[in-house]
């Protein structure tokens, strides 16, 4: 059996439920999935400042629980703290945005990200960069209504999304359409035939790339940049932190 550790490294605990059911649809017979919500935070993450306070929560989490479990993701668009997990973690971590890039890549040349704000689009556009996809990046649309309760984005703004996806392939170009954030988990699923090009959902991604890695057992990086930190005084952390700081080997 195959345990995966969804983090959620916003508060929300409806989307932590629209995580977990993408999630479980997307499983293969013999894969077990947990989520866990953030315990501190905001409501979702739109910045890179609200992404700093999500990288802690999702390494506070990761450092409690991810014994129990054969790879972790985190599940937040803009994959907050993933490149610091995996240098942490001693098994296979991956995120969102990583896992839904990957896939998008084997299904077609440009990619286009319809996100649920324009205020997120500019951290949105770091993180493809920095996984040096932005040449493969035809557009980042976002939805430009107040969102009254993250968790009901999908019914309350729906044919809003649809329509921006259809813009990014009539005047982008894109080949491919990324569903951006955890509270569109499942979109991708329920517009199954609407789209004229594929669509790709960050979570159901990262499950399927998360058992490929944990099948693959690639082994954890001892040299190289991705190498466990090094021991050295720390203060202030909490013991399961300081535990991984002092036993990733």
Known sequence: MTRILLINPNISDSVSELIRAEAQRSAAPGTEV??????????????????LIGAYAAAQLAAEHHA?????VVAAFGDPGLPGLREALPCPV????EAALASACLLGHRFSIVAISQRIRAWYRETVQSYGLDGRLASIRGLDEPLADIGRVQGDQGERLVALAERCVAEDGADVIVLAGAPLAGLARSLKGRLPVPSVDG???AVKHAETLAALQPGKARQGSFAPPPVKPNKGLSPAIQALLGGAR
């Open 34 to 51: 947990e989520v866990l919500t953030a315990p501190f935070g905001v409501a979702y993450i739109e910045t890179r400042f609200e992404a």
């Open 203 to 205: 979570v159901s991604s």
């Open 94 to 97: 991956t995120g969102l945005t």
């Open 68 to 72: 129990r479990f054969d790879a972790v």
